[in-house]
């Protein structure tokens, strides 16, 4: 139980720490803004000390059934529980951000959450081929089990295809790169109607906080596939999805349909392969 | 609280418009952003992100109705910043019959940084000025939390 929560414990600090590590990075990068080391932090101070201005009362609950949501799939994933609770979790916790998306009855509100929806088709079709593909492989769901097969056979050479699907979703998830589903407009222009996401203020806040919790869940499930000590193989991960961050900053950003195609053939396409492949040896 | 409006003004995301003209001020604006003095302030495109809506250019009576629509969406505490002689008084604009208005007829001003075009330092500390001290109202009789009519 006290190794569960420690490691609880330690991806709620891991996560925070990989951002304020890639704000400063990006901070002394020529061209980019000037930030303060801790300014992750101060954005999210500032984010709860903010109104939370919703034409529906109800809608500003939402992010906090996804919070709640989250923090429970983490408690599942660190104490190594079957995967398909994992699922369960992260699934529960999307949908509680998307009924509150479309709950704010506003057009933009409604977009986010059919992009969403969209978002949700191709990481939860993921996630059922990884845990398939881990019953082919090691017999079990669960995770904790996983582990120890991993200590002794590389299961990463057995599933490298998923692992890779695996962060391909972890990407999703953060907005990063070709992944992203995002419909924060950068323009300056505002001769449109307003596209933006529902959330502001401290509902703002607290879905910052659950995708902060909802990185390190992915995070955990990917250090899973690697062969070397838990926390290591942790920290492995965190790099990984660091240089992914920082990559973000550089790469061009595309037109959502062409994203969505994206994450079909990386994390729909790639997991998909390597189980059709456990199959024919 | 003033640590708290000192945390505050170590991340301002601002909500940068031109409204029309020449689009100098905005550009002199997002220049601006990358010098030392304007650390921790970023530029959002979404209103409910903001707490600063820098308005640059010169409003007419459609641009208006977007920017009610815009400040309505931002959470509270938000500030209001006209930047340019544009937005602050209608500049070489004024006397055209096509609907232009100074800024602080449609919204309410928190603070003014005049010139054609302003300068960057000047940009950036009403920026940090406005969130440091609170977001401070300019004018008697307007209230940030009353949702504008359009």
Known sequence: MLEVILWFIGIVIIVPVI??????????VPGQNRSYPLQPIYRLIKHFSKTDYHNRPLTRWFP??????????????????????VLSGLVMMELFILVGACSTKEAYGIMAAQRGISRLTVWSFALMIAGASLYKAVGTLKLSLVVQYSAGNVLLARLPLVAT??????????????????????TMSF????????????????????QWIETGIWLKLISYFL???????????AVFYLAAMLLNAVVPKMPWKKVMMNSWIWAGGLPAINYIWLYML | MSWLNGIRAKSISVMLINAGGCTGCARQFQAALLLDSGKGI???????????????????????????????????PKAVIAAGACACEGSLFRSEENGINPLEKVL???????????????????????????Y?????????DTELER
């Open chain 1, 191 to 210: 001769l449109d109607t307003a596209l933006y996401t529902p959330y502001g203020g401290r509902s703002l806040g607290v879905i910052q906080l659950t």
């Open chain 1, 64 to 85: 906090v059934g996804a919070c709640l949501f989250a923090l429970v799939t983490l408690y599942f994933v660190s104490a190594g529980e079957n995967i398909l609770l």
């Open chain 2, 136 to 144: 401070k109202e300019y004018k008697d009789g307007w209230d940030h």
């Open chain 2, 42 to 76: 970023t530029l959002t495109g979404n209103p409910r992100h903001a707490d600063v809506l820098f308005v640059a250019g010169c409003i007419n009576n459609k641009s208006a109705d977007y920017l009610k629509e815009i400040y309505n969406k931002m959470p509270s």
């Open chain 1, 19 to 28: 951002y304020l590590v890639e704000n400063l990075i990006l901070s002394a």
């Open chain 1, 227 to 237: 062969p070397w000590q838990p926390w290591i193989s942790f920290l492995v991960s």
């Open chain 2, 108 to 134: 309410p001003v928190n603070t003014y940084v005049r010139g054609c075009i302003p300068e960057m330092d000047k940009m950036l500390e009403a920026v940090i000025n406005v969130v440091e001290d609170g």
């Open chain 1, 165 to 186: 699907g695996l962060f391909a979703v972890a990407m999703i998830k953060g907005n990063l790169g070709y992944f992203d589903f995002g419909i924060n407009a950068n």
